[in-house]
């Protein structure tokens, strides 16, 4: 643990040192990236937040722009005279181009687990000067997340992660599916990656096949899935999920990120596992 | 006997299709479910499994079947009233304006998503309103001008409506990947409901393209020729692309965009019997929906227990094919 916590901390320096050359406290911050918004509010650094782009829809305070992180417009985003932008990836080489105008870039690409999102807030704590509050965040989280996890009976339930309607899931690898892991779930989607992915699409006779004790479905917003939905489809009323009412709806957005919210998340899986 | 040989294909590309998938049931055991369930006895399948074999695998065969009959013969009827060998389904646009019918309810309609009914309903009415579109503007452009005015009018359509899908997708950058994943083939979460949606689209418009076989054949040696036959060529152009576009348009909406099926079937069987429509129209229909189904197994166990898009697989097999066939019709000219 200790190691891994170093690791993370100098990969997060490195990058610190550097994406973020001057050390100067930015005040006119711009987050092109959902995540790192919702962090940066959640740390206390709304105030110093000029803009964030069109995806980032929480907290509702946050200035939300038509600015684009996946089709970035540097031109529109120095429009603001940033001090700092916050990606999530380099995408169409705006690291590169925001740097020839002399502006501060920090990117934060999609955590792989709890501990290099826990990295990421503190990244954002200490250089918009919140470092307390980014370390007090993190330890509430934790705190939050060991409870609601030992508030579950252990038992290696099948659970189903679903990313869209046609039957896109996550598995163990990725971000969502480490939580999984902290309940000590078997993750149907495991066994369908044998390219790696983490996001494989599985057939729906092997969902049924496998019989999932839980359902969490991600993608209520993007495509309009309910609990009602899913037992509704042809052939799915014979889950062990629908028939012990263990399907979980999820906004879309809190089961994709990986800030504060990711406790709402284990919170959310929790309930339904104890009620089981 | 080419069409019985057609058959027996069909019929071990079904019974395949019915026998394999990512759950094992059993061979036996499937066959002696069906009869139970036909002759109303106590399935030997548990609950679940039963499921499986009938709310599943059965319409996602007979479903792969209807789309790969449609397509194949859409695209004989396309390449002989065109009088051009790469006319596929798509080509007056049909793709292109369901991708925007998609696109427009998954940017302005979200949550209704890719499982209602809505979805379906403008992917199949875009595709509808971009054959139009270039159907009015290929004949504005007067009869003179004859099959290749149209061709253009349906690519200067296509651009036009991948440029407005374009535009709305980068409006609404959450839903790139909800479209693309419904437009690449989406036979994997066919149930029933979409078997009853193309039914009778696919079956009116087989008729109708049988029905004007023998036009076809002469229709092949030019416009001018088949009229002095005394052949209506407008009508005749007008009555088998409508009746391939709707059936098109069908698929689509069930099905997503499924590509090379609408090529390959039809020139394969030009290759092995030769071009009169007279048996082409017909095989097509049998040997696509066969050809789809055998595809689908592919896509659903190679990877198994995760899918592979459909139209990843027909691609697959079809680019070389296609290669193949470039090279000999070369050859032989």
Redesign the interface.
């Known amino acids: 643990m200790f190691r891994s916590l170093l690791l993370v901390a100098t990969v997060a320096a490195l990058l610190a040192v550097q994406s973020v050359s001057a050390a100067t406290t930015p005040h006119r911050i711009i987050s092109l990236s959902p995540t790192a918004t919702e962090s940066l509010f959640a740390i206390g650094a709304g105030k110093q937040v000029v803009a964030v782009d069109?995806?980032s829809d929480y907290p509702k305070r946050a200035p939300r722009t038509t600015l684009?992180g996946?089709?970035p417009n540097v031109e529109a985003i120095a429009a603001y005279r940033p001090d700092l932008v916050v990606v999530q990836y380099d995408s169409g080489d705006v690291v590169e181009a925001l740097h020839k105008l002399n502006i501060r870039v920090l990117v934060q690409p999609s955590a792989k687990n709890l501990t290099a999102a826990y990295g990421q807030i503190r990244q954002l704590g200490n250089i918009t000067a919140h470092k307390r509050a980014a370390a007090a965040l993190v330890t509430r989280m934790k705190k939050a997340i060991a409870r609601a996890v030992a508030s579950t009976p252990h038992r290696r339930l099948a659970v189903y992660h679903e990313l869209?309607?046609?039957?896109?899931s996550a598995t163990s690898k990725t971000f969502i599916g480490r939580i999984y892991k902290l309940f000590g779930l078997r993750n149907i989607a495991d066994?369908?990656?044998?390219?790696g992915s983490g996001y494989?699409?599985?057939?729906?006779?092997?969902i049924?096949?496998?019989?999932p004790s839980l359902i969490v479905l991600a993608?209520t917003?993007?495509?309009?899935?309910s609990v009602a939905?899913v037992s509704g489809?042809?052939?799915?009323?014979?889950?062990a999920a629908v028939r012990t009412r263990s399907v979980v709806a999820i906004d879309d957005s809190v089961a994709s990120r990986w800030g504060p919210r990711v406790v709402q998340f284990v919170q959310a899986v929790a309930r339904v596992l104890r009620k089981r | 006997m080419r069409l019985a040989a057609a058959a027996v294909f069909l019929a071990a590309a079904l019974l395949t299709g019915v026998l394999v998938g990512p759950v094992d049931l059993g061979a036996l055991t499937v066959v002696h479910a069906t009869f139970a369930h036909v002759l109303g006895l106590h399935s030997p399948l548990s609950g679940a499994d039963d499921a499986i074999l009938w709310q599943l695998r059965l319409p996602r065969v007979i479903l792969g079947a209807l789309v790969g009959g449609t397509l194949a013969a859409a695209g004989a009827a396309y390449q002989g009233v065109f009088r051009n060998p790469l006319a596929d389904p798509y080509l007056l646009g049909a793709a292109a304006g369901a991708g925007l019918g998609a696109t427009l309810v998954a940017a302005y309609a979200p949550g209704s998503g890719l499982s209602g009914d809505l979805l379906p309903l403008s992917a199949f009415a875009g595709a509808g309103v971009a054959v139009v579109a270039a159907y009015v503007l290929g004949r504005s452009a007067g009869a003179a001008a004859g099959p290749a005015a149209l061709i253009l009018a349906g690519v200067t359509v296509a651009s036009f409506f991948t440029a407005l899908q374009i535009f709305v997708q980068q409006q609404h950058v959450d839903t790139v990947q909800q479209v693309y994943s419904w437009l690449l083939g989406r036979l994997s979460t066919a149930g029933w409901r979409e078997v009853a949606i193309i039914a009778p689209y696919a079956v009116a418009s087989w008729l109708i393209l049988l029905g004007h076989r023998r036009l076809l054949d002469v229709l092949a040696v030019g416009d001018d020729e088949a009229a002095a036959l005394g052949v209506n060529v407008a009508r005749v152009r007008l009555l088998v692309v409508v009746a391939a576009t709707i059936a098109t348009a069908a698929a689509v909406a069930v099905a997503g965009l499924i590509a090379f099926v609408g090529i390959i079937v039809p020139h394969t069987i030009r290759l092995l019997i030769g071009g009169s429509y007279r048996l082409l129209l017909p095989l097509s229909i049998v040997v696509g929906a066969g050809f789809l189904v055998f595809a689908d197994v592919i896509a659903r166990t190679v990877m198994s227990p995760a899918e592979l898009p459909i139209g990843v697989v027909t691609a697959f097999f079809g680019a070389p094919f296609f290669a193949v066939i470039l090279r000999t019709s070369r050859r032989a000219a």
Not at chain 1, 221 to 225: E, L, P, S, V, Y
């Open positions: 069109d995806q684009s996946f089709t869209s309607p046609d039957y896109y066994a369908a990656d044998s390219t494989p699409q599985l057939s729906a006779e092997y049924l096949g496998a019989n993608d917003r993007c495509c309009g899935q939905s489809r042809p052939g799915w009323s014979n889950v």
